[in-house]
């Protein structure tokens, strides 16, 4: 995998993040994004399917959590 190729995963990762916010509004943004390549459609669609990046994103979450380290005192 080439650079460009894991900062456009990154990238649409970080859009199928943020739109589960309801919060979020940055919707012509996103279409944007979305317009300037089929590239970026595809990994934004593979984003959205595939849950396994979400879930270890979450473990380490937690596993921070979890560090003694970072507790605050």
């Not at 919707?27 to 994004?33: F, G, H, I, N, T």
Request: no cysteine; charged share 35%.
């Amino acid at each position: 995998m080439t650079t460009h190729q894991s900062e456009l995963i990154e990238a649409a990762r970080l859009w199928a993040m943020r739109v589960v916010d309801p919060a979020f509004d940055a919707w012509d943004e996103l279409s944007a994004w979305l317009e300037l390549s089929p590239a970026h459609l595809a990994a934004y669609e593979a984003a959205v399917e595939d849950d396994e990046w979400v879930a270890a994103a979450l473990a380490k979450v937690d596993a921070s959590k979890d560090d003694p380290r970072r507790r605050r005192r």
